[in-house]
Structures are given as C-alpha cells and as structure tokens.
C-alpha cells in the first residue's frame, strides 16, 4: 500500500506511475518481475530515488497500460536525472521510516566499526547497492528481514 500523502508530493510522472499501479492492484514485486528489476529498485524509482532506463519506461507503459507521454518526464530522453530524498525530513515523522532511521542512529556506529574490523578503513557504498525484503514467519511472530548488500569502498591513500 502506498502513502498516498507522499505521493501527491512527486513529479506528476511519478504520481501518474502509482496511479497506474494502484488503478491495476499491481505490487512493486509484480511490476519488478514483469521489468526483470528488484522489487526494492523498483519501488525506490517509482519514489524518484532511482533513473528509469528507456527499456525500463517503454515496459512500464505496457505493465500499467499508460500514456507514454504520462512518464515522458522521467525518461532518458529528456536527461532526467532523480532528485534522490529532497522530500526527506529529519527525523522523519513516518513509523516505518522512523524506525529504519532509529536502527542506524542506536547502531550505526556498531555497523561503521564492524566493517572497519572485517574490512579495513572504508564505507559500504550505497551506490553500488542491492537490498531485498523478506518477510519470516515462526513461533515467535512475523519478521521483517532486510538485507543490504553495498560493496565495500576502502579509502585511498595519496
């Protein structure tokens, strides 16, 4: 389900893309599996925070049965380039987002040392970055599972 609040927020391209999708009760992971993307990536570009390819565009159009001028303003063609969180505010009000941003305040520095002893002096790029979602289930509850997967990024010395 999409926070439609934010939504109204977006470019109207993007706002045209979650119509779209809300209109056919598609998931990000249906429209990823039809894109051959992650559900993740794909949910971060239809958000604005990730580039549509033009093989990207041209299969939303067909996916969600839409105007191509609908999503003209986020294509290749017209050099989009996305404005990655400019909507972000800190700390963010939304429980779902506060939580995510409460794990990296009370354990970020447990992170950032633990690569640093694993790893050497560096950072986990979140640019050449992958994550994934899965839900568990056993005795105790239902889970969230997050995976981040950043490559490794040592500082240079010159």
């Known amino acids: 389900m999409a926070d439609l609040s934010y939504i109204s927020t977006l470019p ?5 893309l979650f119509h779209a999708k809300i209109a056919k009760k598609y998931s990000f992971a249906d429209i990823a599996e039809k894109l051959g993307r992650s559900e993740t990536w794909v949910a971060a570009a239809f958000y604005g925070n990730m580039p549509f390819a033009q093989e990207d565009i041209d ?3 067909k996916i ?5 001028l609908a999503v003209e303003a986020i294509s290749p063609a017209v050099n989009y380039f996305p404005d990655r969180a400019s909507k972000f505010e800190t700390p963010p009000r939304d429980p779902t987002i ?3 941003y409460e794990i990296v305040l009370v354990y970020g520095y447990a ?5 640093a002893e694993k790893f ?6 979140a640019i050449c970055f992958t994550s994934k979602i899965d839900k568990e289930v056993d005795e105790e509850g239902t889970w969230v ?7 490794f990024l040592p500082y240079i010395k010159y």
């Open 98 to 100: 506060y939580r995510l």
């Open 12 to 16: 109207s391209a993007n706002q045209a």
């Open 64 to 68: 969600l049965e839409i105007d191509p």
């Open 145 to 151: 599972k997050i995976t981040l997967r950043g490559k």
């Open 120 to 125: 050497g002096d560096g950072i986990m790029s």
């Open 59 to 61: 299969g939303l159009v």
């Open 111 to 115: 992170f950032k040392s633990i690569i």
